[in-house]
């Protein structure tokens, strides 16, 4: 069984930086990031394709989040810079989507074998 382990998570105000980590109790070829606001569906964020260092992200944070693997290989940041407050949400560390690790693909929440227990980010305005 896998483990993935979240923090980093806090609440900074509107431009500020947080880098969340997720690490893994073993090396993924797939992991990814997503969010869910309450009322809201889980979005993906960003994924990473560790083998080839192939990463995908949201339009919506294009530009201000990179998703890195650590130097360990034993998991993934995410770098989140010039924070808003349409940010604010419960991150989730995923791994291994059974369809795959492509652009499409992994986007699909349903598809991952395995999940983070989630940290809370909060932007303030």
């Not at 889980?42 to 530009?63: C, D, M, P, Q, W």
């Not at 034993?74 to 808003?84: A, E, I, P």
């Not at 419960?90 to 598809?111: F, H, I, K, Q, W």
């Amino acid at each position: 069984q896998v483990q993935l382990v979240e923090s980093g998570g806090g609440s900074v105000q509107t431009g500020g930086s947080l880098r969340l980590s997720c690490a893994a109790s073993s090396r993924r070829s797939c992991m990814a990031w997503f969010r869910q606001a309450p009322g809201k569906e889980r979005e993906r964020v960003a994924t990473l394709y560790t083998i080839t260092n192939v990463a995908y992200y949201a339009n919506s944070v294009k530009g201000r989040f990179t998703i890195s693997e650590d130097a360990a290989k034993s998991g993934v940041y995410l770098q989140m810079n010039d924070l808003k407050p349409d940010d604010t949400a419960m991150y989730y560390c995923a791994a291994d989507p059974t369809l795959g690790c492509s652009s499409r693909n992994s986007l699909v929440a349903t598809e991952y074998k395995y999940w983070g227990q989630g940290t809370q980010v909060t932007v303030s305005s």
